[in-house]
């Protein structure tokens, strides 16, 4: 029987598109009637666990997903663009999304922020509640996603950019920059400053740690071996900054410069720094990341990598402006990397 089902989903995917099925086809594949299905799904209580199993596997073996629109019409558009962050904590996403909703609000779109907490797992959540809505596009943070979410994405067949990021594996469209090649231009730059005794504040986001990754690995290549890293939880916050240098001025060979993973860390190591009376950037430099508005004010001011937020907001709105405009299917791929500059203040 499951072989069957299997042989079924994969048929309906082809001839019809995962976007076009229907409760009827869901009911074929689980062998249980259509209105056992609507129930399944809206009314769970009133059937029992292995029906609800039944019919949840044929959604997962179909890629089913159920409409909430009014109406129910699979095929109206919702006007409506999801936009998936990991948090709202810090300002670091600010010009990416104000430029993203300016730029769909002109034409007409309205957008909805979920917040994923730095977790694949909450986003794989988010993306279950907000599908069933049929958002006409999807905007994520980031390409390092659950195995279930990828594919729900490619079975729902909605435009997704990926943004922040570069990936070798993008779901469907990509635009962002290279954290590895951050982490990388970082280390030359201040090893080429003549620092030799580096170290690490990072919160546990998966993209910090990458650049945190690609800088060890290039102080390794240039023969430094030992660099002390500090990981916190997330989100940055001007305290995180604070006990990460902490730790680090309690180990025993304090460092010649900390590289923060965002603007939000290095202030907070700034001010600790400051409480201990250390000059920056004669007894310790501070690098961080993100170039917030704040950035160039704080004292001494930072030195950090520039990303064009907002440049990110407007390719991701063209890009699926673009695709929403395409009723044939066809579309070229979008790969779009928006770069990054190094930009050097005084704390360095």
Not at 11 to 32: E, F, H, K, M
Not at 168 to 196: C, N, T, W
Request: with cysteine; proline share 5%.
């Amino acid at each position: 029987m499951a072989k069957k089902s299997t042989k079924d989903s994969a048929s309906l995917q082809r001839s019809q598109g995962a976007p076009n099925l229907t409760l009827i086809d869901v009911a074929r594949v689980a062998g249980v009637s259509p209105i056992t299905v609507s129930r399944a799904l809206h009314r769970p209580e009133v059937v029992s666990e292995a029906t609800r199993e039944k019919v949840h596997e044929a959604v997962r073996a179909t890629g089913y997903v159920p409409n909430m629109l009014a109406g129910g019409l699979a095929s109206s558009k919702s006007r409506l663009v999801a936009i998936f962050l990991p948090t709202i904590a810090n300002s670091i996403f600010a010009d990416t999304v104000q430029a993203l909703m300016d730029r769909l609000a002109k034409a007409g779109y309205q957008t909805l922020l979920g917040l994923t907490g730095y977790s694949a797992k909450q986003e794989e959540a988010l993306l279950e509640a907000i599908l069933g809505r049929r958002p006409d596009g999807i905007v994520l943070t980031g390409t390092l996603h659950t195995e279930a979410s990828r594919a729900r994405l490619v079975q729902a067949g909605i435009p997704v950019v990926e943004a922040w990021d570069l990936s070798e594996s993008p779901i469907d469209m990509l635009v962002g920059f290279s954290h590895e090649q951050i982490g990388k231009a970082i280390a030359s730059r201040l090893h080429e400053k003549g620092y030799r005794r580096f170290s690490v504040v990072t919160i546990d986001d998966p993209r910090g740690l990458r650049r945190c990754n690609s800088l060890i690995a290039e102080l390794e290549r240039r023969g430094i071996t030992d660099v002390p890293i500090e990981v916190l939880p997330a989100p940055a916050t001007l305290e995180i900054g604070r006990e990460g240098l902490r730790r680090l001025l309690d180990r025993d060979s304090p460092p010649e410069v900390v590289v923060c993973s965002s603007d939000t860390v290095a202030q907070g190591v700034l001010a600790e720094a400051a409480s201990r009376r250390l000059e920056v950037p004669r007894d310790l430099a501070v690098m961080g990341f993100g170039d917030l508005s704040s950035a160039a004010h704080v004292y001494p001011a930072l030195s950090t990598v520039r990303v064009d937020g907002a440049r990110i907001g407007n390719e991701v709105a063209e890009a699926l402006l673009e695709r929403f405009l395409r009723r044939d299917g066809e579309h070229s791929p979008v790969r779009i990397d928006t770069g990054f500059t190094l930009v050097e203040r005084a704390s360095t």
